[in-house]
């Protein structure tokens, strides 16, 4: 008899990725296989939600839908519904999608194999939401999609109260982990060979808050700084309020932390940061940019932005657009506002008209844009040293290209070398010759190839049938996408 296939869908932040790889870790080590493709024909599928979106519902059930007459001709088939919409609705899911075997919290991911097969022997659909965390995710099985780039949780949860976000309310207060563990699996990691870790967080430079050590966050950049084989620090995504001097001295004072940084803005007005409630102003936004810029003078930063806040004016608007002028991005992930069910914001006055928020949307993209192509023509002439990703690359007509990340977490497309091809992993020395608003072009030969115990565990990893996941295997790649996974605003890790 042959395993049953699974296939887990995701929505949302990075959280919700990393969720993803211990859904998968957690079926695996269960006995089941993972389903080839995309297809609708496994034995389980698994939607793993978000809920910071206005429609992030009628996704959901309109997916649920396409699968109900998929089911009614596949007995043994079950569906089971995760994450965040699945803690805010709870059995609102079963009672709209009936045909949904098993719905499960933020806090009992690990629950899943044991519903599924409480639902398969009671033949009735198993809702189980736990209130609160009660032991921490990492030490459960994960099936890690990377060989050389891992995330590495340090904590779970959110102690702010934004008003545009549901967040707190699903994941619960922040519950940090010791730094022992976390440095125990970093060790693990790179001792299968990753060389890349993202520090993950919902509010991530808050880590100490719930050990008391205020400088906690500083001192673990400082410790990923002695880990023997790990060559590149990233972390996602801080808080303006928390971030402090000693962060930045430990980002410029640790080798192998990458001179980038991810920082939500929101709003450049002072009026809607205070109706946000978000704890800082704009005088202090562009004092850490330019703090940040002082002590890393190459370092990348990008941000969140919502358009449209309730109550948002011209005025307020022109605050924003003299912030992105000031700030000069490399990137921005730039949001319309919209309702998200449960929070303040959603029953405020002043709601902006969407012919509005389009208008405003339009001329904030368009001044990005015009940033980012000028900070990333700067790069023009310089020499990096790129993280090779997964994958073929782009292609030119006949000329096949690689790409990868420069330290700063630019994504460079270079020309593939006819010798010594990179392996994803590995490290490719190039020279920028062109720039676009979104990436770099290296279109000269390679300078330089460094073969690396990632690109090793890459190879391994693809000679030989997957083993099977255990504990440690923790992480997603952020040099193996084409862009930087967008963090959805004020939800999860856009914080």
Same mark, same amino acid.
Request: proline share 6%.
């Given at each position: 008899? *042959?395993?049953?296939?699974?296939?887990?869908?995701?929505?949302?932040?990075?959280?919700?990725? /990393?969720?993803?790889?211990?859904?998968?870790?957690?079926?695996?080590?269960?006995?089941?296989?993972?389903?080839? !493709?995309?297809?609708?024909?496994?034995?389980?599928?698994?939607?793993?939600?978000?809920?910071?979106?206005?429609?992030? #519902?009628?996704?959901?059930?309109?997916?649920?839908? /396409?699968?109900?007459?998929?089911?009614?001709? =596949?007995?043994?088939?079950?569906?089971?519904?995760?994450? $965040?919409?699945?803690?805010?609705?709870?059995?609102?899911?079963?009672?709209?999608?009936?045909?949904?075997?098993?719905?499960?919290?933020?806090?009992?991911? !690990?629950?899943?194999?044991?519903?599924?097969?409480?639902?398969?022997?009671?033949?009735?659909?198993?809702?189980?939401?736990?209130?609160?965390?009660?032991?921490?995710?990492?030490?459960?099985?994960?099936?890690?999609?990377?060989?050389?780039?891992?995330?590495? *949780?340090?904590?779970?949860? $959110?102690?702010?109260?934004?008003?545009? $976000?549901?967040?707190?309310?699903?994941?619960?207060?922040?519950?940090?982990?010791?730094?022992? #563990?976390?440095?125990?699996?970093?060790?693990? @990691?790179?001792?299968?060979?990753?060389?890349?870790?993202?520090? %993950?967080?919902?509010?991530?430079?808050?880590?100490?808050? #719930?050990?008391?050590?205020?400088?906690?966050?500083?001192?673990?950049?400082?410790?990923?700084?002695?880990?023997?084989? @790990?060559?590149?620090?990233?972390?996602?995504?801080?808080?303006?309020?928390?971030?402090?001097?000693?962060?930045?001295?430990?980002?410029?004072?640790?080798?192998?932390?990458?001179?980038?940084? /991810?920082?939500? %803005?929101?709003?450049? *007005?002072?009026?809607?940061?205070?109706?946000?409630?978000?704890?800082?102003?704009?005088?202090?936004?562009?004092?850490?940019?330019?703090?940040?810029?002082?002590?890393?003078?190459?370092?990348?930063? *990008?941000?969140?932005?919502?358009?449209?806040?309730?109550?948002?004016?011209?005025?307020?608007?022109?605050?924003?657009? /003299?912030?992105?002028?000031?700030?000069?991005?490399?990137?921005?992930?730039?949001?319309?506002?919209?309702?998200?069910?449960?929070?303040?914001?959603?029953?405020?006055?002043?709601?902006?008209?969407?012919?509005?928020?389009?208008?405003?949307?339009?001329? %904030?993209?368009?001044?990005?844009?015009?940033?980012?192509?000028?900070?990333?023509?700067?790069?023009? !002439?310089?020499?990096?040293?790129?993280?090779?990703?997964?994958?073929?690359?782009?292609?030119?007509?006949?000329?096949?290209? %690689?790409?990868?990340?420069?330290?700063?977490?630019?994504?460079?497309?270079?020309?593939?070398?006819?010798?010594?091809?990179?392996?994803? !992993?590995?490290?490719?020395?190039?020279?920028?010759?062109?720039?676009?608003?979104?990436?770099?072009?290296?279109?000269?030969?390679? @300078?330089?190839?460094?073969?690396?115990?990632?690109?090793?565990?890459?190879?391994?990893?693809?000679?030989?049938?997957?083993?099977?996941?255990?504990?440690?295997?923790?992480?997603?790649?952020?040099?193996?996408?084409?862009?930087?996974?967008?963090?959805?605003?004020?939800?999860?890790?856009? =914080?």
């Amino acid at each position: 008899m *042959s395993a049953k296939t699974y296939q887990v869908r995701t929505y949302g932040c990075q959280m919700n990725v /990393h969720d993803s790889e211990r859904l998968s870790g957690l079926l695996e080590d269960a006995g089941y296989v993972r389903a080839p !493709g995309d297809a609708d024909d496994a034995d389980v599928v698994v939607f793993n939600t978000c809920a910071v979106r206005e429609n992030a #519902d009628n996704k959901l059930y309109g997916n649920l839908g /396409h699968l109900a007459p998929k089911k009614a001709s =596949r007995p043994g088939m079950q569906i089971a519904v995760g994450g $965040c919409l699945a803690q805010k609705d709870r059995d609102t899911i079963v009672e709209r999608a009936p045909w949904v075997d098993v719905v499960f919290g933020t806090h009992n991911i !690990g629950s899943l194999p044991v519903l599924l097969e409480r639902a398969r022997v009671r033949q009735e659909a198993q809702v189980e939401i736990a209130e609160s965390l009660e032991a921490f995710p990492s030490t459960l099985p994960t099936r890690r999609e990377s060989a050389y780039a891992a995330w590495v *949780s340090i904590s779970v949860g $959110c102690n702010n109260t934004c008003t545009f $976000c549901i967040v707190p309310a699903l994941r619960g207060k922040e519950k940090d982990r010791r730094p022992g #563990d976390i440095l125990a699996e970093i060790e693990a @990691l790179v001792a299968e060979g990753v060389t890349e870790i993202t520090l %993950l967080g919902q509010n991530v430079n808050a880590y100490g808050s #719930d050990i008391g050590d205020r400088e906690a966050f500083s001192k673990l950049l400082r410790a990923c700084g002695k880990v023997d084989g @790990l060559e590149r620090v990233r972390f996602t995504s801080p808080h303006p309020r928390d971030f402090t001097d000693d962060v930045i001295a430990a980002m410029a004072g640790t080798e192998n932390v990458m001179p980038q940084l /991810h920082m939500p %803005l929101q709003s450049g *007005s002072d009026r809607v940061l205070k109706a946000m409630r978000r704890s800082y102003r704009q005088e202090r936004f562009l004092g850490i940019i330019e703090k940040v810029r002082s002590a890393i003078p190459d370092a990348a930063i *990008s941000t969140d932005i919502i358009v449209g806040f309730p109550g948002e004016t011209e005025e307020d608007f022109e605050q924003t657009l /003299h912030v992105v002028r000031e700030a000069r991005f490399a990137q921005a992930f730039t949001f319309q506002y919209s309702k998200r069910p449960g929070t303040p914001a959603a029953e405020m006055d002043g709601q902006v008209p969407k012919e509005t928020v389009q208008a405003r949307y339009e001329r %904030l993209v368009a001044l990005q844009e015009e940033i980012s192509w000028a900070e990333n023509k700067k790069q023009v !002439g310089r020499t990096l040293e790129v993280m090779v990703a997964e994958g073929e690359g782009r292609k030119d007509g006949a000329t096949r290209r %690689l790409s990868g990340r420069a330290p700063d977490n630019r994504l460079v497309h270079f020309t593939r070398p006819d010798e010594d091809v990179p392996r994803p !992993g590995d490290m490719a020395t190039v020279e920028v010759t062109y720039a676009a608003p979104h990436h770099l072009l290296a279109e000269g030969a390679v @300078l330089g190839v460094r073969r690396t115990r990632a690109g090793d565990a890459w190879e391994r990893r693809n000679a030989s049938p997957e083993p099977k996941p255990r504990g440690v295997m923790l992480g997603l790649p952020t040099v193996g996408v084409p862009e930087p996974l967008p963090a959805a605003p004020g939800g999860c890790t856009a =914080r």
